[in-house]
């Protein structure tokens, strides 16, 4: 199954080339499996996706079905056994400079401070004051000004998040792709954490692929959710179905639209949504 691009991403990119770039991702008939004892064990088969420039994926699935394996090609973190990814146009490489990951662990130094590990982020070769100015910048965008010169062990893991999201963005990715980024954090700092991805979103409208197995917080947060998982009789994963979420963000959790949505994301991750 091959899916278009569409033609109304929640962010294109203005004239202004101060600005994050968005950049277009496909996966092209993307494979990967893993050798084992027994022969190679397929994991992924024949997943296409395009993510337009600006847009928000969710990827959904239960866990183990091959998220974050999808995640690292996109990354470029690793490499499909066939298939390719093509970022902007052009085969994504290792360690893509217009990719930025995040992960579920923050993944500070620790004896860095907030202000230091943000300027990790920072593309190779840039200029001290437009570093310190971009710095700046993003402390405040995740409200972490006030907290530029503490140590990772002195903040809590929202923070601690935030501090790896603004350093993911101290690159100008062209594309952002988050893994499970808020599965660590008790559900009211999550929750603020969805509010800040938007208003990151908003303020650096990159190409976003969210990993979740979080149906509220796809349905919150992308444009489109593509649920990943195995057809029954199949060993390895694919994309089960893909689904455009209406609505401008932040959208009415209690919304209509947004409860049929649920009840067929559930279904397609084979839970019953009244025992959800
Ligand atoms: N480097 C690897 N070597 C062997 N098997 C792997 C490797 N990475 C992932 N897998 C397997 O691929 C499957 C999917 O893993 P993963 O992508 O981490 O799932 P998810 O992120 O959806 O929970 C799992 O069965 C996992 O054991
Ligand atoms: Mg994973």
Do not use: Y
């Amino acid at each position: 199954m091959t899916l278009t691009v569409p033609t109304t991403p929640s962010g294109t990119l203005g004239g202004d080339a101060s600005r994050t770039p968005a950049l277009a991702v496909r996966f092209e008939s993307v494979h990967r499996s893993f050798p084992t004892a027994d022969g190679p064990r397929p994991v992924l088969a024949s997943v296409d996706l395009a993510l337009a420039p600006g847009s928000v994926t969710a990827l959904l699935g239960t866990s183990g079905c091959g998220k974050s394996t999808l995640l690292r090609q996109g990354a470029g973190l690793d490499r499909p056994t066939r298939g390719r990814v093509l970022v902007d146009g052009t085969p994504v490489r290792a360690h893509d400079d217009r990719c930025a990951v995040g992960f579920q662990e923050p993944r500070l130094l620790p004896w860095r401070t907030v202000r230091d590990n943000v300027a990790l982020g920072l593309p190779r070769g840039t200029p001290r004051a437009e570093g310190r100015r971009r710095v700046d910048e993003l402390l405040d965008l995740v409200g972490l000004a006030a907290h530029a010169g503490h140590r990772p062990r002195e903040i809590s893991g929202g923070m601690a998040q935030r501090t790896s999201l603004a350093r993911a963005l101290a690159r100008r990715p062209g594309v952002l792709l988050l893994d499970e980024p808020f599965g660590a954090l008790d559900a009211l700092t999550r929750l603020r954490m969805q509010d800040l991805l938007l208003d990151v979103h908003r303020a650096h409208p990159t190409t976003v692929l969210l990993v979740t197995h979080d149906v509220e917080e796809a349905l919150q947060l992308a444009d489109r959710v593509v649920v990943l998982g195995r057809r029954p009789g199949e060993e390895a994963a694919g994309v089960l179905d893909v689904v455009d979420v209406p609505g401008e963000r932040p959208r009415d959790r209690e919304s209509a639209d947004l409860a049929r949505l649920r009840t067929v994301l559930l279904e397609r991750l084979g839970v019953a949504p009244h025992h959800a």
